[in-house]
């Protein structure tokens, strides 16, 4: 476990931990809106099943080998949501620090309290507090996009790490890689996004939980037929393919992080290799699989 590099500003006490938190008044680089959609995501859906965290994590960490992650390895997990990821690097790491700027440490805190190497921490990226090459291995999975400046914040995911440690990063993709057909369905569907994320939390949740009912179930189930009968080239073309081996629980929980968020950026392959270069970034591989696009890149 690290030390802090400055004192918390304040200390929010749980039934499970007492939990650090660093977020400033005049925080930098955070859209509050959006950050307080997570907390109220993250208290609605914290509930996961470890075989489903385990599954899904392998998919984020398919391209990390073992000598970039192992039990010698201090790991920061930024924006640590529900601390899912956290748990699942726990058996693979030495210790991870967890942080998030959102109330979702509340959930984080409880799923994690039975594991000695984890430690949950409040704060923004922007204020980490821990000195700059301190971590062996620092990921964030599916937050940077939500960021109003994301290279900045990449910045300062890589500004922890050891000289010759690794960053694991995903970022939402814009299609790149899809038809012109699949950009088009997006940008009807993102209509829908700036609508849901204005509504009030309940009434965002029960809209988002009618989405994956009407639409990421039905299209899910339709891509697994598609690959049994036409095979996994064809499978790919269907929207929301990913969902066809996932529970509906993770398909209630990403359709509220998909349309219940004010703040939503987009990336394409080429973008996000450039900003990992120009963060100090080399070796930088991306999975050739779902979801799209996660990349690592060791630190010079």
């Known amino acids: 476990m690290l030390a802090y590099q400055s004192s918390p500003v304040q200390k929010l006490v749980t039934a499970d931990a007492e939990i650090n938190s660093f977020i400033l008044p005049d925080e930098k680089n955070l859209d509050k809106k959006t950050v307080d959609s997570f907390g109220d995501e993250w208290s609605s859906f914290h509930s996961f099943d470890d075989a489903e965290i385990e599954k899904i994590g392998d998919e984020y960490f398919d391209i990390v080998k073992e000598n970039q992650l192992n039990k010698n ?7 640590c949501g529900s601390g899912r990821w ?3 690097v ?3 790491a ?3 620090e967890a942080v998030d700027p959102s109330n979702a440490v509340y959930v984080a805190s409880k799923l994690t309290s039975n594991l000695s190497n984890v430690r949950v921490t ?4 922007s204020n980490i507090p821990f000195a700059n090459d301190s971590f062996d291995f620092v990921f964030s999975l599916g937050v940077l996009h939500h960021i109003p400046n994301t290279q900045q914040a990449m910045q300062s995911c890589v500004e922890k790490l050891k000289s010759g440690g690794y960053f694991l990063v995903y970022l939402y993709y814009r299609f790149d890689n899809k038809s012109v057909l699949f950009k088009l369905l997006f940008a009807f569907s993102n209509v829908f996004r700036l609508v849901i994320s204005k509504m009030p939390h309940g009434l965002k949740k029960i809209v988002c939980n009618l989405i994956a009912a009407v639409v990421y179930f039905p299209l899910a189930k339709i891509s697994s037929l598609v690959k049994n009968i036409f095979g996994e080239k064809m499978q790919q073309k269907i929207p929301l393919f990913y969902y066809a081996n996932k529970s509906f629980y993770i398909m209630q929980n990403d359709a509220l992080d998909r349309f219940g968020t004010p703040l939503e950026q987009r990336f394409t392959k080429k973008e996000i290799e450039k900003m990992m270069i120009d963060c100090g970034l080399t070796e ?7 979801p799209y696009w996660h990349a690592i ?3 010079k």
């Open 90 to 92: 726990a058996s693979k």
């Open 94 to 96: 030495k210790f991870v």
């Open 73 to 79: 390895s201090l790991v920061l997990d930024v924006g």
């Open 86 to 88: 956290s748990k699942y």
């Open 297 to 299: 890149g060791k630190k």
């Open 284 to 290: 930088i591989v991306f999975s050739a699989q779902t």
């Open 122 to 125: 409040q704060a923004g990226v």
